[in-house]
T-cell receptor, first 116, second 118 residues
Framework: DTEVTQTPKHLVMGMTNKKSLKCEQHMGHRAMYWYKQKAKKPPELMFVYSYEKLSINESVPSRFSPECPNSSLLNLHLHALQPEDSALYLC???????????????FGSGTRLTVV | AQKITQTQPGMFVQEKEAVTLDCTYDTSDPSYGLFWYKQPSSGEMIFLIYQGSYDQQNATEGRYSLNFQKARKSANLVISASQLGDSAMYFCAMREVPMDTGRRALTFGSGTRLQVQP
């Protein structure tokens, strides 16, 4: 299995809702990443987990809360989002935080989030 | 300052012709990696090719090759024999490990939208 699976593919939520994005990989990768991509812009790093521990938080607002329950699963909990948080949220994984193979980072197909 | 610069917002190429997408980068880290990804309208990021900073030869993967000029800090992607399915956004990305932060993740350029015309 060489895939990163993200669910749901599309999500519409109100500003008072609580929702979660899910990311799963079964490649034995020990580093997992959340990126945010606004329309016509490059992906921007949000969080990095290495060996199930949060290694990097790129000053992301607390309304985004990441969680890594095990080495295969990464969640992003969303609460009280703003319309400007509407974007494509991409998950990625790599063999390790301190090393990666030539294939480097495997990305999921993303969750398109719309906040209304 | 921009770490990764892609100066071509959009490119057109005729089907079956070759096209070069430009990428320059800036780093003081002696060990770094350069990646190219393709992103179709569906949103997924598809890995195309990788070049390590210590690699002596330019990377090749099928119709993709990377023209790596280390002294100029450029890593241009060459797509040979373009196909209609190559129409997409293309991102150049760099992985570096600065000594001060130890962070290791990908930083992306602004992207080039490639359109292949029949």
């Amino acid at each position: 299995d060489t895939e990163v699976t993200q669910t749901p593919k599309h999500l519409v939520m109100g500003m008072t809702n609580k929702k979660s994005l899910k990311c799963e990989q079964h490649m034995g990768h020990r580093a997992m990443y959340w990126y945010k991509q606004k329309a016509k812009k490059p992906p921007e790093l949000m969080f990095v987990y290495s060996y199930e521990k949060l290694s990097i938080n790129e000053s992301v607002p607390s309304r985004f809360s990441p969680e890594c329950p095990n080495s295969s699963l990464l969640n992003l909990h969303l609460h009280a989002l703003q319309p400007e948080d509407s974007a494509l949220y991409l998950c990625a994984s790599s063999q390790g935080f301190f090393r990666e193979g030539e294939n480097g980072y495997t990305f999921g197909s993303g969750t398109r989030l719309t906040v209304v | 300052a921009q770490k990764i610069t892609q100066t071509q917002p959009g490119m057109f190429v005729q089907e079956k012709e070759a096209v070069t997408l430009d990428c320059t980068y800036d780093t003081s880290d002696p060990s770094y990696g350069l990646f190219w990804y393709k992103q179709p309208s569906s949103g997924e990021m598809i890995f195309l090719i990788y070049q390590g900073s210590y690699d002596q030869q330019n990377a090749t993967e099928g119709r993709y090759s990377l023209n790596f000029q280390k002294a100029r800090k450029s890593a241009n992607l060459v797509i040979s024999a373009s196909q209609l399915g190559d129409s997409a956004m293309y991102f150049c990305a760099m992985r570096e490990v600065p000594m001060d932060t130890g962070r290791r993740a990908l930083t992306f350029g602004s992207g080039t939208r490639l359109q292949v015309q029949p």
